[in-house]
């Protein structure tokens, strides 16, 4: 699969703690306010995020269906800038398997959030399919369709994929010093 193109900030979670380190202001300046009015990290660990994952997607490109897993406080806020994308949502079966086919198309237009909580965080799996052009965009297959701001974009039931930025914001629950990180990093 073609995958995005990644760039991680705050310093990205080693053995699933945090180094210490604020984030870039063009990633807290405005959002981490509006986080704060919505109350959407008022009961994570530290009751805002301290990371941040950039990913660029160009046409083609997705990421392969996986879950966020234990590292994080369960829930994700993830802002989709410059254009649209289809996150196809996976169900595990009894053999804790992921499903073949998306149970789910979350239909997440540019300049929109997704929060991923609840069940959906601990109990299924996430992906993007690696595709030019997304089809069948109509209520019957994309879940979110009656909350979608502007369907006039996908009226025809398809829409070609453009150039993508996603700003994922999680709380990592272990955080450690720089000090105590580096330590931490030498341990085998
Ligand atoms: O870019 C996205 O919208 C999805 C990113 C994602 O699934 C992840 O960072 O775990």
């Known amino acids: 699969m073609a995958t995005s193109n990644v760039l991680e900030l705050a310093a990205g979670p080693a053995k699933d703690k945090l180094i210490d380190a604020p984030m870039p202001a063009f990633l807290t300046k405005i959002i981490l306010d509006k986080f704060k009015e919505l109350h959407i ?10 990371h941040c994952l950039v990913n660029e997607y160009q046409p083609g490109q997705g990421i392969m269906p996986h879950e966020d897993g ?10 989709s800038l410059a254009a ?12 804790g398997e992921r499903e073949a086919a998306p149970i ?16 959906m965080y601990k109990d299924t799996l996430h992906g993007i399919s690696d ?3 997304d089809t069948d965009l109509q209520s019957g297959s994309i879940a979110n369709w009656q909350l ?18 996603s700003l994922t914001y999680r709380d990592v629950l272990k955080v450690a010093k720089i000090g105590s990180a580096l330590k931490f990093m030498s341990k085998k």
């Open 104 to 119: 789910w198309r979350i239909l997440q237009e540019p300049r929109s959030l997704l929060l991923t909580t609840g069940s």
């Open 41 to 50: 990290f008022d009961d994570s660990a530290h009751g805002a995020p301290n």
């Open 148 to 165: 979608l701001g502007d369907k006039s974009s996908f009226e025809n039931g398809t829409a070609d994929r453009q150039t993508r930025v």
């Open 70 to 79: 234990p590292a994080y406080f369960p829930i994700t806020a993830t802002i």
């Open 131 to 133: 595709l030019e052009q």
């Open 84 to 95: 649209h994308t289809v996150l196809n949502i996976y169900k595990k079966n009894e053999q």
